[in-house]
């Protein structure tokens, strides 16, 4: 008796931080991957091609340089019946000013250009990636899908775009899309400006970290294989249309965080206290009773055990430390 042959995928944004997990789960789960990457300059190659590297090597994976914003997606999207849409700009922080313009091209008209490649292959399913800033503070409780969208930074408000040009896509031409809010993903493989990944640096090297206000602020922290399982149970039981929270369902602060790291590398933290960052909420907190209902998702890895992870990442044979050494001799 044949097997039935499971649906091709293809991820952009493959050579990032979540996107090279996903990959690696759909290769897992049987499924042909195509990944896409364009290799924006927002931080080195060489962390992204290290996240590439066990991918290269699989034979049902195939990398595809393209810039989302330009290339012809036709024959990239052609034949795929999955497409799970990591690829963005990220960054609250440089998201204001001058650097806006990237923000408007990589996230809006790299969206919209893939959305309408996908219309015109009859793509199945389009799994995006959202994020948790299209909200902004959420001073107390849980916020749920249905709460207004108030993004306090450009980046936010570029990812609150996309989302109406996914829906426009969805109720315009049938798209069969899903749109994920992320709460702030941490593990191995973390970019190199977010918080976690600064604070290992600090206390490897011995260095100053800046702290943005005093510790206190909440965030609703998420492990990276509960937000690719996300994505898995979005493609397969997602609602046309639908958008979900993905969360960890337990808001610690920084201040926890790192102690909980001071407590993994048996090194003390020094702090730089600066002024509250602009675009920076007090306050992350996903509900996630949707998710739990529609997709039947639920967060399996506690914010401890995540950090605990992602040190023993960041300080072992494929992290950044081992990276840049190999890189100095």
């Known amino acids: ?3 039935e ?6 991820v952009t944004g493959v050579a990032g931080f979540l996107g090279s997990h996903l990959a690696e789960a759909l290769l897992e789960g049987g499924h042909a991957v195509r990944g896409a990457d364009c290799f924006t300059p927002y931080y080195g190659r060489s962390l992204k091609e290290a996240n590439l590297a066990g991918l290269r090597s699989r ?9 989302l914003r330009s290339a012809d997606l036709a024959p990239l999207v052609e034949g795929v019946d999955w497409v799970f849409h990591q690829a963005a700009q ?20 790299g969206t919209q250009r893939l959305l309408e490649a996908c219309r015109r292959a009859g793509t199945a399913r389009v799994v995006f990636a959202s994020s948790s800033s299209v909200y902004g503070n959420v001073p107390s409780g849980e916020v749920t899908e249905d709460a207004p969208l108030r993004p306090m930074s450009p980046y936010g408000v570029t990812k609150m ?7 426009v896509y969805h109720r315009e031409f049938g798209l069969h899309t899903v749109s994920l809010r992320y709460f702030t993903v941490c593990g191995p493989r973390q970019r190199p400006d977010m918080a976690f990944h600064k604070i290992l640096r600090a206390l490897h090297l011995e260095q100053e970290f ?19 399982r996300a994505n898995l149970l979005a493609a397969e ?28 590398t048996g090194r003390r933290a020094r702090i ?17 009773e949707r998710a739990r209902r529609d997709l039947g998702y639920r967060p399996e890895v506690p914010v401890e055990d995540a950090l605990e992870r992602e040190a023993a990442w960041f300080a072992g044979p494929d992290g950044p430390l081992a990276l840049e050494a190999g890189r100095r001799t």
Do not use: C, K
């Not at 042959?5 to 293809?10: D, E, H, S, V």
């Open 90 to 109: 990220p960054g609250v922080r440089a998201s204001w000013d001058e650097g806006f313009a990237a923000y408007v091209e990589h996230n809006l008209l």
């Open 5 to 10: 042959a499971r649906p091709q995928a293809l």
């Open 237 to 264: 039981h997602g609602a046309a249309g639908a958008v979900y929270n993905i969360g960890g369902g337990n808001p610690v602060s920084l201040a926890h965080a790192i102690r909980v790291l001071e407590g993994v």
């Open 210 to 228: 800046p702290q943005y206000g005093d510790g206190s602020q909440l965030r609703d922290f998420t492990y990276v294989g509960d937000a690719v």
């Open 272 to 288: 730089r206290v600066l002024p509250r960052a602009e675009g920076d909420p007090d306050r992350t907190a996903a509900s996630l």
């Open 1 to 3: 008796m044949e097997t």
């Open 59 to 67: 034979p049902d994976f195939r990398f595809h340089e393209v810039d």
């Open 161 to 167: 775009g996309s989302e109406r040009l996914v829906d």
